[in-house]
């Protein structure tokens, strides 16, 4: 059998370096001006030999975070495909960028962070039609995932959607503690008189004792931003006090910045492919590339932009000094 004539870390640096194309055929022209360079249907080849679990991934992070530290935050974000119609993994689903239904793939993700660190560990592409696995499932999944290679963290960190009993009993069985926010509608019982709903309640600033409906005792807070919006947050530890829970705000609102980054410097929702191997297999090598963009970072404190960027500088600087047009 001939050896591939591209390796993985191929895409991945080119995904690093790339600014605005990020196709099989683009990687191709880029990567050697010679006769050796690699057709585009060696990249397409490469992408469709890729397993379709995330142990990849896991492979290359393993040695890089502490698991028995640092905090562990789960979301997911939505890849926008709006000319999509013939595309596999592509649904019809709520995108909170845009605020309304678009057309995109559904990427969740569970970061560990500590300090400054922002690492993903794992992820999961809602594909309902195809596993059957609600966004929910996957979360479980996840978090499984995470107690079998061996994390402890200090705090497990999501937004409201994974909110619901199932998703906390399963982290309470594990022994962990959680900090997440709650829809207003969610029943609790303040007094032992009955159930209300949340945002009936005069939730002081340090917090309230309630009894969530089918689950226990939780301490929920009531933060009211600048232009008027409400939120409550939600915890088991019931000693928590709020400069602690802002502090962990901040901590979940790691894996935004994250998002962010996928998405600006790693091309992760520009793959074209149709296929569900090739979109997952992107998805998969621009994780690994934001990586190497987080690396980078917390060794040297330059930020993923300025770590592109340097890439397009180079880039010029050669040219300038070798330039391929002339007037002569």
């Excluded at 057709?39 to 490469?46: E, K, N, P, Q, V």
């Excluded at 890089?64 to 993994?89: A, E, N, R």
């Amino acid at each position: 059998m001939n050896p591939p004539k591209c390796t993985d870390l191929d895409y991945i640096n080119f995904l690093i370096a790339s600014s605005r194309v990020f196709s099989c055929t683009e990687a191709s022209k880029c990567s050697y001006l010679d006769s050796n360079n690699p057709a585009h249907d060696s990249f397409t080849r490469l992408l469709l030999r890729q397993p379709p679990d995330t142990e990849a991934l896991w492979e290359e992070v393993k040695d890089i975070i502490t698991p028995y530290t640092g905090f562990l935050v789960f979301d997911d974000t939505v890849l926008d495909k709006p000319y999509s119609k013939h595309m596999d993994l592509v649904y019809r689903q709520w995108s909170g960028k845009h605020h309304q239904i678009v057309n995109g793939i559904n990427l969740e993700t569970v970061v560990w962070t500590y300090n400054d660190a922002i690492i993903p560990v794992d992820f999961r592409i809602y594909d309902i039609n195809t596993d059957g696995k609600t966004k929910n499932d996957h979360f479980l999944d996840m978090l499984n995932k995470a107690e079998e290679r061996g994390f402890r963290p200090e705090f497990v960190l999501f937004d409201t959607w994974y909110s619901s009993i199932k998703n906390l009993k399963a982290i309470r069985k594990k022994g962990w503690h959680w900090l997440t926010r709650l829809k207003k509608n969610r029943l609790v019982n303040p007094d032992k008189t009955g159930n209300v709903t949340i945002e009936l309640l005069t939730i002081p600033p340090e917090g309230m004792t309630v009894h969530l409906k089918e689950y226990g005792f939780i301490k929920v807070f009531r933060i009211v931003s600048e232009d008027g919006d409400t939120q409550y947050w939600a915890t088991d530890l019931l000693d928590m006090q709020e400069e602690k829970r802002r502090k962990l705000g901040k901590k979940a609102w790691k894996i935004e910045e994250y998002h962010r980054g996928i998405k600006q410097f790693c091309g992760v929702e520009r793959c074209q492919a149709r296929r569900n191997s090739v979109q997952r297999a992107h998805i998969m090598m621009a994780l690994r590339a934001f990586l190497r963009f987080e690396m980078q970072r917390i060794k040297t404190g330059i930020t993923w932009f300025e770590t592109k960027l340097s890439i397009t500088r180079n880039a010029v600087s050669q040219y300038i000094r070798k330039p391929i047009y002339t007037l002569a």
